[in-house]
Nanobody
Framework: QVQLVESGGGLVQPGGSLRLSCAASGFTLDGYIIGWFRQVPGKEREGVACISSSDGSTYYADSVKGRFTISRDSAKNTVYLQMNSQKPEDTAVYYC????????????????????WGQGTQVTVSS
């Protein structure tokens, strides 16, 4: 059974950092694209970053470029999202999702391509 479990969310002050984890089970990440998305009530789910687990290629939304870093640990079958210099507008429920590799990678921030999702973890950026 394919399962994705997010963890690491919480409350952080503006300018602070958090690291989210996405642990995969029931499949290996090789050959998949893993994406991080976020959603606030009343808004569409937004793609934040994604990574090709096969070669480590990454893609970032402009809103987080230079502040967030996505990475993978193949041995742990886990993908991470390091979030630095956080802003109040980063507040959202963050989800990870998986899909078989496709090209071009720049399309990976579109949630419609994904068919496996985690349950989400809340991130709140507030003083």
């Amino acid at each position: 059974q394919v399962q994705l479990v997010e963890s690491g969310g919480g409350l952080v002050q503006p300018g602070g950092s958090l690291r989210l984890s996405c642990a995969a089970s029931g499949f290996t990440l090789d050959g998949y694209i893993i994406g991080w998305f976020r959603q606030v009530p009343g808004k569409e789910r937004e793609g934040v970053a994604c990574i090709s687990s096969s070669d480590g290629s990454t893609y970032y939304a402009d809103s987080v470029k230079g502040r967030f870093t996505i990475s993978r640990d193949s041995a742990k079958n886990t993908v991470y999202l390091q979030m630095n210099s956080q802003k109040p507008e980063d507040t959202a429920v963050y989800y990870c999702a998986a899909v078989r590799f496709f090209t071009p990678l720049r399309l990976c921030v579109h949630p419609s391509f994904y068919n496996n999702w985690g349950q989400g973890t809340q991130v709140t950026v507030s003083s």
